[in-house]
């Protein structure tokens, strides 16, 4: 696990895309990881100390189908 700062105004989503490059799964490990986050508002305060996990999961895989060619 490591810890990164929030940036003025960023949202938790922002930070995950920030550091971690995705969202999806992500927020919800960092809230279970950060007891009392969610409670600062949807707008961290500026250097808000965020514990992330150590490595991102998988995202799910969308094929995609092209209807012309």
Do not use: F
């Not at 920030?18 to 999806?24: E, I, M, S």
Request: glycine fraction near 6%.
């Amino acid at each position: 696990m490591r810890t990164v700062y929030a940036h003025q105004y960023e949202t938790l989503d922002a930070l995950c895309y920030r550091v971690l490059g995705q969202t999806a799964e992500i927020t919800e490990q960092v809230l279970r990881l950060n007891p009392g986050l969610a409670e600062l508002g949807p707008r961290l305060p500026q250097g808000t100390a965020v514990i992330l996990p150590d490595a991102a999961p998988e995202a799910p895989r969308v094929d995609t189908i092209q209807l012309w060619t």
